[in-house]
């Protein structure tokens, strides 16, 4: 696991106005642009490290396929929202690939991680029903 800066100053200050005028707008916004926000800032994160040097063929074929369905809530909203606990679950995995091959006990290698032990690995991404926008099934 390289622990080298990837990400310039200017990036990391590009994400962090992102995310909180993401959290600012979400207040006024129907429920589910928050969770479109929230995924177009992990693109924009994968980008970034691709951009920074990051040689990961898993973060490349994440960020492909995040880029390419994030849109979908525009459009196929069903579609989109089954896509959220796939790319949830796609993520621990890979948290938990990547702990196991440095040897690690981490929370990701015990099971600990939100990620395994939450919404990703039950596949209800969303929190309780009750917290879910309406229509979000899954």
């Not at 948290?95 to 015990?110: I, N, V």
């Amino acid at each position: 696991m390289n622990q080298q800066r990837v990400l310039t100053e200017e990036q990391a200050y590009e994400l962090l106005a992102h995310l909180v005028a993401s959290a600012d707008i979400c207040r006024v916004e129907p429920g589910f642009y928050g969770s479109f926000r929230l995924l177009d800032a992990a693109s924009r994160l994968s980008g970034f490290l691709l951009a920074g040097g990051v040689r990961d063929r898993w973060l490349q074929q994440f960020h492909q396929e995040v880029q390419a369905k994030k849109n979908w809530m525009m459009w196929d909203r069903e579609a989109y929202l089954a896509f959220l606990p796939e790319a949830a679950r796609s993520v621990a995995a890979e948290m938990m690939r990547r702990q196991a091959a440095a040897g690690g006990q981490g929370a990701a290698a015990s099971g600990q991680a939100h990620g395994e032990r939450g919404a990703a690995a039950s596949g209800q991404a969303g929190g309780d029903a009750g917290d879910r926008p309406e229509g979000l099934t899954s």
